[in-house]
């Protein structure tokens, strides 16, 4: 295996803290939702940054996939990652839900590109088997 590259972010104070990347382009503080909503409205919290991660990602898995089927034109696509905090007996758990919108494809492709992005994209292989992750394919009516 061959890295490409490293990313570094370093958190202190936990779920009410901060966390800042090496280079300084991520600098945020931390708050832990409740039912109301995040205490600081400017803070974010871990499940935000990876929804935000993991919707990037699967968005560039998506344009491969896209390309590698002929598909040149994408239009205004986009990927929207929701992820939902759960707790059950157990403990805690994520579950992730990805819609993806698809303008410029029909049906049958978009359900094959979003089905092999999803085999594709680092997050989805990271965290396969670990937790649930919904497809849903967006397109217009």
């Known amino acids: ?4 590259f490293e990313a570094k972010a370093t958190n202190t104070g936990g779920r009410a803290g901060h966390v800042k990347s090496e280079d300084g382009v ?8 409740n039912s109301n909503g995040k205490p600081d ?22 344009e491969a996939v896209a390309k590698s089927h002929d598909v040149d034109n994408l239009g205004d696509f986009n990927v929207t990652a929701i992820v939902a905090f759960n707790k059950e007996e157990e403990g805690f758990f ?16 978009g359900e094959t ?8 994209c680092p ?7 670990n937790i649930t992750v919904h497809l849903n394919l967006m397109l217009d009516e």
Do not use: Q
Request: aromatic share 10%.
């Open 113 to 120: 590109i979003i089905k092999e992005a999803h085999e594709m």
């Open 26 to 33: 991520l600098d945020f503080d931390i708050s832990m939702p």
């Open 123 to 129: 997050y989805s292989k990271a965290t396969r088997d």
């Open 94 to 109: 994520l579950e992730v839900t990805l819609d993806t919108y698809l303008p410029t494809v029909d049906k049958e492709m």
């Open 1 to 4: 295996m061959k890295t490409i």
């Open 41 to 62: 409205p400017k803070s974010t919290n871990p499940e935000e940054l990876f929804a935000a991660a993991y919707a990037t990602c699967y968005a560039g898995a998506v």
